[in-house]
């Protein structure tokens, strides 16, 4: 079937650039960057490499020099809840090396995460890198201290790897503090699929002086 043809200067609503999105700004921007970058990276990650490689190189340097063109933002500090947030290689929605993984309340007084890891994650094949595992744990485990109303380092954690964790699956991250005394926290949490659980960890976290937070 034919499709329509639009009247002159009529916008075909079929065609998407024709009605773009309004321009994003400020963290909606950055987000918008970081997941293309991610896309980029998953792409080079298991591409065959392309004849035209050095090109297809200079152009994605000649993107990073543009967006460089438009500044840096101040450096971080531990009173910026934005930087912390956005920023973070877990959850940051503007880091793109975030898978990223989106975190709320559970409703029991921890915290819960979902994402699904690709090949840039990869450790045994198939399989997510347990170096990454242990990053996401921290983090959550971090996040639940957080929302505990503690901001606080970790001293140890201890990860347990269970079995592999397959790549391009949902997983869903578990954080809870546990118990407080003193400045020391305590915390635990979980990486499962719908098979079970693939790895757990338990952690030692020391608040921040106050001094620094
Ligand atoms: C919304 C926000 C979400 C944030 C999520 C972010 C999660 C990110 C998690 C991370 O990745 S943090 C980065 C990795 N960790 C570090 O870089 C920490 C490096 N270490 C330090 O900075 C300090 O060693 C530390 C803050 C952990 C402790 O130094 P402090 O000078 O503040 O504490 P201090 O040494 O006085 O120790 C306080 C207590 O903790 C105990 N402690 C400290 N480190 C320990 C350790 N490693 N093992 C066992 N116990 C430890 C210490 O014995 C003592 O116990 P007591 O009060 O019973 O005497």
């Known amino acids: 079937m034919t499709e329509p043809v639009p009247a002159e200067g009529e ?22 960057l970081a997941a293309a970058a991610r896309r980029v990276v998953d792409t080079v990650v298991h591409a065959d490499p392309p004849a035209d ?15 460089a063109g438009s500044g840096r933002i101040s450096p971080p500090r531990w009173d910026n809840p934005e930087h912390n947030r956005d920023h973070n290689p877990v959850t940051g ?6 898978p990223p993984l ?8 921890g915290v819960v995460g979902t994402a699904t890891l690709g090949f840039p994650y990869q450790g045994p094949p ?4 347990g170096g990454i595992s242990a990053l996401l744990l921290d983090h959550v485990l971090g996040i639940a ?4 109303g503690h901001r606080a380092m970790t001293a140890w954690l201890r990860v347990s790897y269970h079995r592999p964790l397959p790549l391009l699956t949902e997983c869903t991250v578990r954080g809870k503090r546990v118990s407080s005394e003193g400045r020391k926290i305590r915390a635990t949490g979980t990486i499962s699929t719908g098979h079970g659980t693939h790895v757990s960890a338990e952690g030692l976290f020391v608040a921040v002086r106050p001094d620094l937070a």
């Open 11 to 32: 916008a075909s609503p079929a065609d998407p650039h024709l009605a773009p999105e309004p321009a994003p700004t400020g963290a909606e921007g950055i987000a918008q």
């Open 53 to 67: 490689a050095a090109l297809l190189a200079a152009k994605l340097h000649a993107i990073a020099d543009e967006i």
């Open 93 to 98: 929605a503007a880091n793109p090396l975030a």
């Open 102 to 109: 989106t975190v709320s309340a559970d409703g029991t007084g």
């Open 126 to 129: 198939g399989h997510v890198h």
């Open 145 to 148: 201290n957080a929302a505990a």
